[in-house]
Each structure stands twice: as C-alpha cells, then as structure tokens.
C-alpha cells in the first residue's frame, strides 16, 4: 500500500516535501560523504573527491538546494594499460531547510568541505484580523 503521510487535511502545503522525499530516494552513492554537526548552528557536509582540481568542481545553490558537481575533462594525450581509477562526472544534491545559509566551500587532500550554518528558531506569533460580514447602521444591526 503506498499510502502518503502528506495527505492529511492537517497538513497543507506540503506536497513539495513529499516530491523531495522520493527525489532523494533516488540518489546516487557517489561521491561518499560525511555531515557533521559542527556546533550549535552549523554543519559541514565533507565529499570525497579524490583527483578533482578546483576548477573541475561547482558547489551553487539552486531553489533550496545546495548543488555540487564535478566533471574533470579527459585529456587525449593519455594512454591507459589500465584504467582502474574513475573519473566520472557527478551531481550531488542536498535539500537546505529555509534560511540555511552556505558559508563558504574548500577543497584540501581530495576533500571538498562546504560549511552551513542555519538560522537560530525565532517563535513568531501573528494576530489575523477578523472582518465581520455583518452591517451596522445606528443601533440596529442589518444581516445581508
């Protein structure tokens, strides 16, 4: 039974979340990659990418996502006995929630490090004004 939790009259507006679920469900495993949680509001996500230069690297983020790709450009004055090392070209997404912000990325050793930080919670409360349908004229009250 595929049944969606989304589809709860409580929950609305959240169909795009559900879109998100199943688009990550279909993630490629490469590159590796570790996320930690570095202090109270930040978090660093680390990809594995061996034999990758700078250049060959794009970290964007794109509607909510923060986007890495890699794509390293053959070089035809190669010949290869044996070619046991890949250099494939990649794409690698992370769902941001509202208002992470990226810092900043570095590549050092192969490893691509790209520092997020996210928003402290802030509670707002919002008071909607209540407009009455009712008309009033002198002391006497007209329904319409």
Known sequence: MNRSFFNSPFLLGFEHIEKLLERTQKADSYPPYNIEHT???RLKITLAVAGFRAEDLAVSVE????????RIGESADKTFLHRGIASRQ??????LAE???VIGAELRHGLLTIELERPRPQSVVRTIPIRSAEVHTGNAINRT
């Not at 509607?63 to 890699?70: A, C, E, H, K």
């Not at 990649?90 to 769902?95: K, T």
């Open 39 to 41: 202090a109270e509001n």
């Open 99 to 101: 208002g992470i912000d």
């Open 90 to 95: 990649f794409q690698r997404s992370f769902v």
């Open 63 to 70: 509607d909510n996502q923060l986007v890495i790709r890699g």
